[in-house]
Structures are given as structure tokens and as C-alpha cells.
């Protein structure tokens, strides 16, 4: 599966982004989904995740309330919508996918390239 992801720029605080992430399978529906994130000097953190199963969403304490993962089966493509940003949001972020079928809490195995969320004070 390869996954490329999309829609990082350069944002003002409180201001929003959509971020999105396009898998390469025909069989997008099986895989749960993840977006992490990995500021400059800091290990890679765990940002949203989404089942593939029903739904089901989770997210780290540090964006919940913002931050809204989605999926589109259709579409083969995950999206992040991120509101409320903060300069601390300012990470490379990327999207990420286990093995399919596989339940949460996942171990990923299928990695973007990452995309670039800048946000300025």
C-alpha cells in the first residue's frame, strides 16, 4: 500500500487546514487509518486514528476538540481537518496504515511521506 499525503501550508494561528491522504489499494475499506506528527527535535506522536471496521475515531489529548479524522472509502483517502491551530501544531505530518484488518490499537506498517503543517503565531 503506498500512501501520499497532502495539504500542508502555512497557517495563522486559530486558523484551519485539511489534510488528506490517498491510499493505493482496492481494498482502502479494510485498513484502519492514522495520522501522526513529528515537530523539529522531537520523536514522531500519534495524533488521530480511524477503524476500518466502523468508524470508531480516536485522538491524542493534545488535539481533541480541533482536530477531526474522517475517512472516504470511496475516495480511498483519509482526511485530517485541523481547526483551532496552534504554533504547536507546527509538525511534518504524516499518514500512516496497519496491516488490514487489523484492531486498534494499531501497529502501523504503511507510511507516507509526510507533509508540511506550518502555523504561525
Known amino acids: 500500500v503506498q500512501l501520499q499525503a497532502s495539504g500542508g501550508g502555512l497557517v495563522q494561528a486559530g486558523g484551519s487546514l485539511r489534510l488528506s491522504c490517498a491510499a493505493s489499494t482496492r481494498t482502502f475499506s479494510s485498513y484502519g487509518m492514522g495520522w501522526f506528527r513529528q515537530a523539529p527535535g522531537k520523536e514522531r506522536e500519534f495524533v488521530a486514528a480511524i477503524s476500518w471496521r466502523d468508524g470508531s475515531t480516536y485522538y491524542a489529548d493534545s488535539v481533541k476538540g480541533r482536530f477531526t479524522i474522517s475517512r472516504d472509502n470511496a475516495k480511498n483517502t483519509v482526511y485530517l481537518q485541523m481547526n483551532g491551530l496552534k504554533p504547536e501544531d507546527t509538525a511534518v505530518y504524516y499518514c500512516?496504515?496497519?496491516?488490514?484488518?487489523?484492531?486498534?490499537?494499531?501497529?502501523?506498517?504503511?507510511w507516507g511521506q509526510g507533509t508540511q503543517v506550518t502555523v504561525s503565531s
Open positions: 500512516a496504515a496497519p496491516p488490514k484488518y487489523s484492531y486498534y490499537p494499531y501497529e502501523y506498517f504503511y
